[in-house]
């Protein structure tokens, strides 16, 4: 049989603990002080069998906390209703908490038997079936059992392996996740935590991440049901033996996982659902207790769409926590008021992170969407968000917690529909919503539209102005410039970007000032001027200069040397040959060799053979040059 982990629930004092030991034989009450009130104050283990496992919580309203995390990873829930008592507020509560957290299986033990006659009985178990109605024990089996006389056990044991038996396999996400209930230390051996499978399995050896610390460590053995094993999976109840890590490093509410991931964030986006059952509504900015896995944390709670959430009502939160959450998307929580702590309602986490580009509305329709069971559009949600940013397998592993093997089915499926966009960025593979693919094709060819048009003498725009306009991801802007460039949308010449069909468009007068400014540079042969000479001799503003030597540079008609000289490309041809001519006769060139050559002062000598260093022409031997490349 398949591991299948229930959990006990009900009012204080109906006998759960008591009825749990006549089951298994284990008394869960642990703690001394349990023993010694006869009242259970933390949450025990038991197990009925080598596959199904019990997790004991307790009733008492104050220990609502604890009971929480016992359940929060059960498969199935037993309702413990005492005969003589029937049912009492924490029945109710609990019960809620069972339907919040989506349980879908279990049976009702109607305990303490003994205590009452057959009428009585009879009253009782209708007021049962009147409390879970609508519920998922509404038709499930009520055993009449006394823990004390043994009566009615057998048939419940019978009961349970029969429900276990039936109840589907939770879905496995592929990737290892254990919320720590437990830590302790065993003498001989180290730390010991313990806590039930969510979600893939544990193998001696293995190296795993201790969240929120994020701390690396190994799994030096495991135990379950008793028993020293090698391997544990999914919903099996484990204890794991941690190499290297104190029992002071580790509290309840960490979590064991792969490593890597699951989040720990302080903003979540989640469904709720409040109970029908409560006296007043949830308020926008309202602290609540949230439970979470097996955790309590406080939060605020910003209610998105309007400023309350009415009382049997659905809508959608955001929860900021006072400290870090380790959440998984599609986490199941419990909400309860901040005081008096009284449950509230419950939900699902949709979204970890911020959604700070997004009005309410939209997040609102993201959530809607990534609350739904089909995974495609959930991935297809989560790539919208996203966008434009390019998102890897990988990526998607981390923010939806489903393993490639799951992901690439729906992903392919996605792909195929034209949903999808498949790019490849560095050798890996990414995707993009492929309407926003299309949509930036437009946004390019737009944004060097508008550059042209605002800017006619200039021959193109850089990579950084053009990612300046656009602003998106660097990542993205380079894989799609890329694919641009390949298909001959936009050009790429001397490091500026164009439009194919643009060119550079001057009237007559300035055709006429951009040939003078060319003649000067040439004029002045071996002593480029800078911006500023060519500004003092020139009639012309400096902003005209700078647009037309732009074009000079983008045609190739002058160069720069030393950074702020202008050379023209004629001279630059020439020095190169006078370069040739000299290292046929010597092999080696002075700063003095180099003015005889040129003609030229210090002034300009130094930038020039600078510039003959980074063509690769010459290379600087301490005060000499010689021939590289000529």
């Known amino acids: 049989m398949k591991p299948v982990t229930w959990g006990t629930a009900g009012h204080i004092d109906h006998g759960k603990t008591a009825l749990i030991e006549a089951l298994t034989g284990t008394n869960t009450d642990r703690l001394q002080e349990e023993q010694r009130r006869g009242v259970t104050i933390d949450i025990g283990f038991a197990f009925l069998s080598d596959s199904i496992s019990f997790i004991d919580v307790p009733g008492h309203e104050k220990f609502v906390k604890n009971m929480v995390t016992g359940v929060s990873t059960i498969d199935a829930g037993l309702l413990v209703v005492a005969a003589d008592d029937g049912v009492m507020p924490q029945t109710r509560e609990h019960l809620d908490i069972l339907r919040l957290l989506e349980i879908s299986a279990g049976c009702i033990a109607l305990t303490k038997i003994d205590l009452v006659d057959e009428d009585w009985l009879d009253l009782v178990e209708e007021t049962v079936r009147e409390t879970v109605e609508g519920a998922f024990l509404e038709s499930a089996p009520i055993i009449r059992c006394s823990a004390n006389t043994k009566e009615g056990v057998d048939e419940l044991r019978q009961t349970i392996e029969e429900i276990s038996s039936t109840i589907p396999h939770r879905l496995d996400r592929g990737i290892s996740r254990l919320p720590v209930d437990r830590v302790f230390s065993v003498k001989g051996f180290g730390t010991v935590v313990t806590g039930t499978i969510l979600s893939g399995q544990f193998n001696s050896g293995d190296s795993v991440e201790i969240l929120p610390s994020r701390k690396n460590i190994k799994i030096r053995g495991i135990q379950t049901h008793g028993h020293t094993i090698e391997s544990v999976g999914i919903s099996e109840r484990a204890a794991l033996n941690l190499s290297n890590i104190g029992v002071d490093e580790i509290d309840r509410g960490d979590q064991v996982t792969t490593t890597g991931m699951l989040s720990v964030t302080e903003e979540v986006y989640a469904s709720v659902r409040m109970l029908p059952n409560i006296d007043q509504p949830l308020k926008n900015n309202q ?310 050559l040129t003609g030229s002062s210090r002034k300009y000598v130094i930038p020039l053979l600078g510039y003959s260093d980074q063509q690769g022409w010459t290379i600087r031997e301490g005060e000499v040059r010689i021939k590289h490349n000529l």
């Not at 720069?560 to 000289?565: C, I, P, S, T, V």
Request: contains cysteine; hydrophobic residues 35%; proline residues 4%.
């Open 287 to 596: 602290r609540v207790r949230i439970h979470l896995g097996t955790t309590e944390l406080l939060a605020r709670c910003t209610i998105l769409g309007n400023n309350r959430i009415s009382v049997g009502s659905d809508g959608y939160i955001k929860l900021r926590f006072e400290e870090p959450a380790i959440v998984g998307f599609a986490d199941r929580y419990i909400m309860r008021f901040y005081s008096p702590m009284h449950t509230i309602g419950g939900g699902k986490v949709l979204y970890s992170g911020a959604l700070t580009d997004y009005d309410k509305a939209e997040i609102v329709e993201f959530l809607q969407r990534l609350g739904s069971d089909e995974l495609p559009e959930v991935i297809e949600t989560i790539s919208k968000i996203q966008s434009p940013a390019l998102l890897s397998l990988d990526d998607f592993v981390r923010i939806l917690f489903f393993s490639k093997e799951l992901l690439r089915e729906p992903i392919t499926s996605l792909e195929e529909n034209e949903i999808l966009y498949q790019v490849n960025s560095e050798g890996e593979e990414k995707y993009i919503i492929t309407e926003e693919w299309n949509d930036l094709v437009e946004k390019f060819v737009s944004a060097l539209t508008v550059f042209h048009s605002q800017n006619p003498k200039e021959p193109g725009i850089t990579r950084k102005q053009l990612h300046q306009r656009l602003n998106i991801p660097g990542e993205t802007f380079g894989v799609f410039l890329e694919h641009l460039v390949a298909a001959n949308k936009i050009v790429e010449d001397a490091s500026l970007l164009r439009l194919p069909d643009h060119s550079i468009r001057l009237t007559d007068e300035e055709k006429k000032q951009k040939k003078t400014l060319e003649e000067t540079i040439l004029k002045a042969r071996f002593e480029p001027p800078s911006l500023n000479d060519l500004e003092n001799e020139l009639d012309l503003s400096r902003q005209s200069l700078q647009a037309y030597l732009k074009i000079l540079l983008y045609e190739n008609s002058v160069v720069r040397a030393g950074g702020e000289l202008y050379l023209h490309h004629a001279v630059r041809d020439e020095l190169q040959q006078l370069l040739k001519e000299h290292f046929e006769s010597s092999d080696t060139l002075s700063v003095g060799d180099f003015k005889s």
